[in-house]
């Protein structure tokens, strides 16, 4: 798979939020990351449905929405999804997993399960059939602007010899949080294909992000 890069959008300028899509649109940017907070299963609130549908409204730019919140089903068709776009749920927040994914792919939404750092990478073993994507936290989620986790790189090679132990070296893995370019260069080495690009690689105050993201992607 061709590796990609997610713009993190609750990282741009969100009081211009048209002026930053085309932005992202000229930087060649694969997928808008948008990151949908609920304040109790992250201590935060970022982007709303009404936010989310406005910018699918403005660009052919595939959506990988981020769902960082408790019982993410009731949300699911609060959103305009299609088939070209990623709909993540969070393992820690969804005791019904397993429906919640059938129900992303039903609607034909590519479906996608995170696991924050903790959280062990067996729990995806009886949820591989409904994957499209393996969202691994690089950070404790919640806020833009932190540093990776101590051991981030084994896990997500753990991540990938475990999908592959399952037969399945088709499900792409996401890496989100500090994704720098040091960072994704060395996670990209272990098996990362899908970068969150953040603040600290594309969203950096007087750099151009067209050159910002060609030169990240020229490092992997
Ligand atoms: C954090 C979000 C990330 C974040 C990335 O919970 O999921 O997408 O915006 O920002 P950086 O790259 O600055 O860590
Ligand atoms: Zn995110």
């Known amino acids: 798979m061709k590796k990609l890069l997610s713009?993190?959008?609750?990282?741009?300028?969100l009081l211009n939020i048209e002026k930053s899509v085309k932005e992202l649109e000229r930087a060649g940017i694969d997928l808008l990351h948008l990151d949908v907070m609920d304040g109790s299963f992250v201590p935060n609130i970022t982007l709303g449905f009404d936010m989310i549908n406005a910018i699918k409204g403005m660009t052919d730019i595939p959506l990988d929405v981020h769902m960082m919140v408790n019982t993410p089903a009731q949300f699911i068709d609060m959103m305009n999804l299609g088939k070209d776009d990623y709909l993540c749920i969070h393992y820690e927040g969804d005791i019904h997993a397993q429906r919640t994914l059938a129900k992303i792919?039903?609607?034909?939404i590519k479906a996608g399960l995170a696991l924050n750092p903790q959280t062990p990478v067996n729990c995806y073993e009886h949820l591989v059939d409904y994957l499209d994507m393996a969202l691994i936290m690089t950070?404790?989620?919640?806020?833009?602007g932190q540093?990776?986790?101590?051991?981030?790189?084994?896990?997500?090679?753990k991540t990938r010899a475990f999908l592959d132990s399952l037969g399945r070296p088709d499900i792409p893995i996401e890496v989100d949080g500090n994704i720098s370019p040091a960072n994704g260069a060395m996670l990209s080495k272990v098996g990362a294909e899908i970068f969150v690009l953040g603040t600290s690689s594309l969203f950096i105050k007087d750099k151009d992000m067209k050159e910002s993201a060609e030169s990240f992607r020229a490092i992997l």
Do not use: T
């Not at 713009?7 to 300028?13: I, K, L, P, R, T």
């Open 7 to 13: 713009a993190s959008v609750m990282c741009a300028d």
């Open 105 to 108: 792919k039903d609607k034909g």
């Open 139 to 144: 950070v404790s989620p919640g806020f833009a």
């Open 147 to 157: 540093k990776i986790f101590a051991g981030a790189k084994e896990k997500v090679a």
